[in-house]
């Protein structure tokens, strides 16, 4: 796989670009309800045919109805309230079908040491901007984190990626856990996340369904800055992409390296998040029809 500006890339910048318009071609308002309500298309055949009747002398000439087009497909469906876990072992077994392995990520990518994170732990950014761990709050059911790295080559330092999918209580639950995520960026830019390893800069954006071009997941929270450790060298760029979906929300950080481009780490995260945010959609969404 080509990392830094390859077809792998561009196919995948295709892929997010192509999310973005089907998005805004649903972004206008609803037609208005009423007999007289017609399409552009409709009104202009309409026009044309009454005009040809006349002069051809046929006052009784009328359009034929446009044919209509079926509805597309919510890239958001509705979420089957029958689907959800209602106990810590049902939120694993979901959790299972969600997670992504590193295959998700092209054949360069590898597991790391530990593979995945303690699912008894969760993470809390204490009031000095340390990450510490702690209990799992009462309003999670299941949470696990798993951890994979492109190897350092010639011209290339490591490259780290971690994938997150939490199961909560419910959709109100998951919708707070973005929310506390956003805080923890305006309350503290820079963050320690061990010993000889940190965050710089960080800024964050979160949007709801239908802001913007937010049209893949019902709450959308985005992070980036800068990336510094004692092992890894920088500043290298860092982003972490978080969705929600239901009572579930899924994320992924990437770490680059030098050698590694933004654009090159940005086509990883969007990879992982979206084929995790299909997954939950699959799971948990009701089926169309």
């Not at 998005?23 to 026009?47: F, H, L, N, V, W």
């Not at 530990?114 to 059911?141: I, K």
């Amino acid at each position: 796989m080509t990392y830094g500006g390859g077809s792998a890339l561009r196919a995948c910048g295709c892929a997010a670009a192509g999310l973005l318009v089907l998005t805004g071609c649903s972004a206008g308002g609803g037609a208005k309800s009423g007999a007289d309500e017609r399409t552009p298309t409709a009104t202009a055949t309409a026009t044309a045919t009454a005009t040809a009747g006349a002069a051809s002398g046929s006052p009784g000439a009328s359009a034929a109805p446009a044919p209509t087009k079926p509805a597309a497909a919510p890239l958001v469906p509705e979420v089957d309230e029958s689907k959800q876990p209602r106990t810590a072992a049902e939120a694993r077994a979901l959790l299972g079908r969600i997670v992504v392995d590193r295959e998700a990520f092209g054949p360069e990518m590898v597991r790391r040491t530990p593979f995945e994170s303690d699912p008894s732990h969760w993470p809390v950014l204490d009031e000095a901007c340390v990450w510490q761990t702690s209990g799992l709050p009462e309003d999670v059911l299941a949470t696990s984190t798993r951890y994979f790295q492109l190897p350092a080559q010639e011209g290339r330092g490591r490259v780290r990626i971690n994938v997150t999918v939490t199961v909560h209580r419910n959709r109100q639950d998951s919708g707070w856990e973005t929310a506390h995520a956003m805080e923890e960026v305006l309350r503290c830019p820079d963050q320690k996340l061990r010993e000889g390893e940190e965050l710089k800069g960080l800024w964050g954006a979160s949007l709801y369904q239908g802001e913007q071009l937010n049209g893949w997941t019902e709450d959308a929270f985005t992070e980036s800055g800068r990336y510094v450790s004692e092992e890894d060298g920088g500043p290298h760029p860092y982003l972490w992409s978080q969705g929600q979906f239901g009572p579930v929300t899924i994320a992924v950080a990437g770490k680059a390296a030098e050698g590694f481009t933004q654009e090159a780490l940005s086509a990883l995260v969007v990879q992982g998040t979206a084929r995790m945010m299909l997954q939950a959609k699959q799971q948990l969404g009701k089926a169309a029809g």
